[in-house]
C-alpha cells in the first residue's frame, strides 16, 4: 500500500508569511494528489487537485506543486481564515484513496 | 449546487452495527463516486469504502474489510454506509463525500455535513 506522509506534523507561523507543507508519497504516484483544508468541526475543503490544480473559488495564494513523490502546497501570504489543518490525499482513479497525516498550522 | 446531506447523530452499543445515509441533491447522482471517510477525535482522515452508483460495485479499504457495506439508491440518490461488530474505537464523525470527476474514484469536491456516531456501553 502507498502511504502518504506530511512534513511538519505542526507548523506555527504569522500573518503574511509564505508557509509551504511537503507531502512526500512511499512510491512514485505521478500527480495524483489532491489538498484539504480543514478547520474544527467543519467538513473538509478541497484546496487542490491533480497536485496543482486550483480548485474553483480557491483564493490564489495557494498553490499546489510536485510529482512522482514529492509534493508541496504553498500559501503564498497568510491570511487569519487559513490556520487550519491541511491534509494531502492520493487518489488512483481506480477506488483506492489515502491520506496523509495531516499539518495543523497555528498562529505563531 | 450539489449538496449532499447526512442522517443525523447516533449512539450505539459495542456489537451492534450502524447505518448512515448520504442524500444527493441539486446535481447528478448516478456518475459521480461516493466515498466515506471517518475521523476519530483528534485524529485525521480515513478513507472507508466508496461507490460509483451506477457501476453499483463498492471498494472498500483493507483495514474496513468485512464490517462495513456501501450500497446506493438511485431512485432516491442516496448513499449508505453500515458499519458493524462496532468497538469503541469507532467512535468517530463520518462523512460523505463526492467525487469531482464522474465516473472515477477523484479529488473529492462535495462533502456531506458529517454524523457523529458515539459507540459506549
Known amino acids: 500500500d502507498i502511504q502518504m506522509t506530511q512534513s511538519p506534523s505542526t507548523l506555527s507561523a504569522s500573518v503574511g508569511d509564505r508557509v509551504t507543507i511537503t507531502c512526500r508519497a512511499s512510491?512514485?504516484?505521478?500527480?495524483?494528489l489532491a489538498w484539504y483544508q480543514q478547520k474544527p468541526g467543519k467538513a473538509p475543503n478541497l484546496l487542490i487537485y491533480?497536485?496543482?490544480s486550483l480548485e474553483n473559488g480557491v483564493p490564489s495564494r495557494f498553490s499546489g506543486s510536485g510529482s512522482g513523490t514529492e509534493f508541496t502546497l504553498t500559501i503564498s501570504s497568510l491570511q487569519p481564515d487559513d490556520f487550519a489543518t491541511y491534509y494531502c490525499?492520493?487518489?488512483?482513479?481506480?477506488?483506492?484513496?489515502?491520506f496523509g497525516q495531516g499539518t495543523k498550522l497555528e498562529i505563531k | 449546487q450539489v449538496q449532499l446531506v447526512q442522517s443525523g447523530a447516533e449512539v450505539k452499543k459495542p456489537g451492534s452495527s450502524v447505518k448512515v445515509s448520504c442524500k444527493t441533491s441539486?446535481?447528478?447522482?448516478?456518475?459521480?463516486?461516493i466515498s466515506w471517510v471517518r475521523q476519530a477525535p483528534g485524529q485525521g482522515l480515513e478513507w472507508m469504502g466508496g461507490?460509483?452508483?451506477?457501476?453499483?460495485?463498492?471498494y472498500y479499504a483493507q483495514s474496513f474489510q468485512g464490517r462495513v457495506t456501501i450500497t446506493s439508491d438511485e431512485s432516491t440518490s442516496t448513499a449508505y454506509m453500515e458499519l458493524s461488530s462496532l468497538r469503541s474505537e469507532d467512535t468517530a464523525v463520518y462523512y460523505c463525500?463526492?467525487?469531482?470527476?464522474?465516473?472515477?474514484?477523484?479529488?473529492?469536491?462535495?462533502w456531506g455535513q458529517g454524523t457523529t456516531v458515539t459507540v459506549s456501553s
Open positions: 441539486g446535481g447528478t447522482f448516478s456518475s459521480y463516486a
Open positions: 490525499q492520493h487518489y488512483n482513479g481506480d477506488s483506492l484513496y489515502t
Open positions: 491533480k497536485a496543482s
Open positions: 461507490i460509483i452508483p451506477l457501476y453499483g460495485t463498492p
Open positions: 463525500a463526492r467525487s469531482l470527476q464522474a465516473f472515477y474514484y477523484y479529488a473529492m469536491d462535495v
Open positions: 512510491q512514485t504516484i505521478s500527480t495524483w
